[in-house]
């Protein structure tokens, strides 16, 4: 089973278990990713319900909490639709790619994406990833 999260063409964090239940791990990113990663290592032993799951709101923050919340089936990502806004066609990994970025600020993520600019209608899923990326 392959759990993984990623930025495309950016940082991406990889857990596989095989058949012997044990987790194996790679990753492509930059320092702090790599300074995750290297925690993490040392945690390969324990059962995964153990692992320290991230705080912050860093880019690294949020793509190891997620490969941990995965693999432990507690990922819950608010808004599972392909597309967040419908009124300017907006993916939701476009918004989900900005909050990881950065954007944590429904303006901000606005701003960069063009999402919640016409009805506002998707405003609170924005809203709501944001939070959730966020760890709040
Ligand atoms: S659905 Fe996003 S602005 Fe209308």
Redesign the pocket.
């Given at each position: 089973m392959i759990f993984e999260a990623q930025i495309a063409g950016r940082d991406e964090i990889r857990l596989e278990k095989d058949a012997d239940g044990q987790f194996h791990l790679s990753g492509v990113g930059g320092p702090d990713l790599l300074q995750h990663l290297k925690s993490l290592r040392e945690q390969l032993g324990q059962p995964i319900e153990q692992w320290t799951v991230p705080e912050g709101a860093g880019l690294a923050d949020m793509l190891v909490r997620e490969v941990i919340l995965k693999a432990q089936g507690k990922w819950a990502f608010p808004f599972c639709e392909s597309e967040?806004?419908?009124?300017?066609g907006?993916p939701t990994a476009v918004v989900d790619s900005a909050v990881l970025t950065g954007a944590h600020d429904p303006r901000i993520v606005s701003e960069q994406t063009s999402?919640?600019?016409?009805?506002?209608?998707?405003?609170p899923d924005v809203e709501a990833i944001i939070k959730y990326r966020k760890g709040e």
């Amino acid at each position: 089973m392959i759990f993984e999260a990623q930025i495309a063409g950016r940082d991406e964090i990889r857990l596989e278990k095989d058949a012997d239940g044990q987790f194996h791990l790679s990753g492509v990113g930059g320092p702090d990713l790599l300074q995750h990663l290297k925690s993490l290592r040392e945690q390969l032993g324990q059962p995964i319900e153990q692992w320290t799951v991230p705080e912050g709101a860093g880019l690294a923050d949020m793509l190891v909490r997620e490969v941990i919340l995965k693999a432990q089936g507690k990922w819950a990502f608010p808004f599972c639709e392909s597309e967040l806004c419908h009124c300017r066609g907006i993916p939701t990994a476009v918004v989900d790619s900005a909050v990881l970025t950065g954007a944590h600020d429904p303006r901000i993520v606005s701003e960069q994406t063009s999402a919640s600019t016409a009805c506002g209608t998707c405003r609170p899923d924005v809203e709501a990833i944001i939070k959730y990326r966020k760890g709040e």
